[in-house]
């Protein structure tokens, strides 16, 4: 189906969430689209926008679905994150963390010290999907916010697909901060450019030799089109066929989900 459409991609950025899996359900053969993306001799490298894992333990999600890939073909809003606060804070920085311990782990490899619920000394404040998010987590986050701290939100992603239907996400606890604190968190992942320029870079690939896979098009597809690369919307995610035909530009490819774009 990519060769259907287009004739010089020599790479593919693929988005996990919606379109690899549904959390613990693959969706489709992993194994099998994986091997044939290497039959094809395209490169391929995953960027997510989720922040709740390490990357050690996204290869072993992979893994437990059959899939190996090597260390650098893996890259999330957690590390876009980091690579940031490193431009912005070089000899590192207090941060206090809205969001998994993956999150808080991925910036502490990075050289950030990580603050306590009741430490007002952060200079930044970094929000993302929380599992267990509470009030008192919210209210000081929101204070040290309002106090002067730098806010950086690793995502936009309002929900997240389950097997069960869409749950919040990132999106929505930053959300939530930005009203309590009326102040706009910076966002780091998709559809900002970070992660798509470090999976290009990693790639050795120009954007027009790219096409970016996700099912998400304010994200994923909005972020490769301003990136100057293809894309392509699998529906197997959060947009519709509907949507992705009425947006502005539409994707290149719309296909139902991972196999029958790479397959057919």
């Given at each position: 189906?990519?060769?259907?459409?287009?004739?010089?991609?020599?790479?593919?950025?693929?988005?996990?969430?919606?379109?690899?899996?549904?959390?613990?359900?693959?969706?489709?053969?992993?194994?099998?689209?994986?091997?044939?993306i290497q039959a094809?001799?395209?490169?391929?490298?995953?960027?997510?926008?989720?922040?709740?894992?390490?990357?050690?333990?996204?290869?072993?999600?992979?893994?437990?679905?059959?899939?190996?890939?090597?260390?650098?073909?893996?890259?999330?809003?957690?590390?876009?994150?980091?690579?940031?606060?490193?431009?912005?804070?070089?000899?590192?920085?207090?941060?206090?963390?809205?969001?998994?311990?993956?999150?808080?782990?991925?910036?502490?490899?990075?050289?950030?010290?990580?603050?306590?619920?009741?430490?007002?000394?952060?200079?930044?404040?970094?929000?993302?999907?929380?599992?267990?998010?509470?009030?008192?987590?919210?209210?000081?986050?929101?204070?040290?916010?309002?106090?002067?701290?730098?806010?950086?939100?690793?995502?936009?992603?309002?929900?997240?697909?389950?097997?069960?239907?869409?749950?919040?996400?990132?999106?929505?606890?930053?959300?939530?901060?930005?009203?309590?604190?009326?102040?706009?968190?910076?966002?780091?992942?998709?559809?900002?450019?970070?992660?798509?320029?470090?999976?290009?870079?990693?790639?050795?690939?120009?954007p027009g030799e790219?096409?970016?896979?996700?099912?998400?098009?304010?994200?994923?597809?909005?972020?490769?089109?301003?990136?100057?690369?293809?894309?392509?919307?699998?529906?197997?995610?959060?947009?519709?066929?509907?949507?992705?035909?009425?947006?502005?530009?539409?994707?290149?490819?719309?296909?139902?989900?991972?196999?029958?774009?790479?397959?057919?």
């Amino acid at each position: 189906m990519i060769s259907n459409h287009l004739h010089n991609i020599k790479g593919l950025i693929i988005d996990m969430d919606g379109v690899l899996w549904h959390d613990t359900v693959p969706l489709g053969d992993l194994p099998a689209i994986f091997d044939r993306i290497q039959a094809s001799g395209l490169k391929v490298i995953l960027a997510t926008n989720n922040a709740t894992r390490t990357i050690d333990e996204y290869h072993q999600k992979l893994r437990g679905f059959g899939v190996a890939l090597e260390d650098w073909q893996v890259i999330n809003s957690a590390q876009a994150a980091g690579m940031f606060l490193q431009e912005q804070y070089p000899n590192g920085a207090k941060v206090f963390v809205v969001g998994q311990p993956s999150l808080k782990a991925t910036l502490a490899d990075l050289g950030f010290t990580i603050t306590a619920d009741d430490d007002m000394t952060a200079e930044v404040v970094v929000g993302s999907l929380d599992y267990t998010v509470t009030y008192e987590k919210l209210k000081h986050a929101s204070l040290l916010i309002q106090a002067g701290c730098d806010f950086v939100g690793t995502n936009p992603d309002v929900t997240l697909p389950t097997p069960l239907g869409f749950i919040p996400g990132a999106g929505t606890i930053i959300g939530a901060l930005e009203i309590a604190s009326g102040k706009s968190a910076k966002i780091v992942g998709k559809p900002a450019p970070v992660l798509y320029e470090v999976a290009l870079k990693r790639l050795q690939l120009a954007p027009g030799e790219t096409l970016a896979v996700g099912d998400r098009l304010e994200t994923d597809i909005a972020g490769a089109q301003a990136a100057g690369m293809h894309t392509a919307l699998v529906l197997s995610g959060a947009s519709t066929r509907a949507q992705a035909e009425a947006f502005q530009p539409p994707p290149e490819i719309i296909a139902q989900d991972l196999t029958e774009l790479i397959f057919e």
